[in-house]
């Protein structure tokens, strides 16, 4: 399990490159699963809560 540190920077990480384009690649209902898992996964994080599954799930639709 991943800290807490560690979970913001990959987050943040994937938001960032969500945002500039680098999953182009992805068909478009993959980049729109992507794109709230990773607004879900904020939020949670925000509330404190634990984000290893929205981090599994976000690893899974890029294909990791």
Do not use: C
Request: proline residues 5%; without cysteine; glycine residues 4%.
């Amino acid at each position: 399990m991943a800290t807490r540190p560690q979970q913001e920077e990959y987050l943040a990480s994937i938001a960032q490159s969500f945002d500039v384009g680098d999953f182009d690649y992805l068909p478009p209902e993959d980049l729109q699963s992507l794109n709230a898992l990773i607004a879900e996964a904020w939020e949670k994080f925000k509330q404190g809560e634990d984000i290893e599954a929205q981090i599994d799930a976000i690893a899974k639709v890029r294909g990791r």
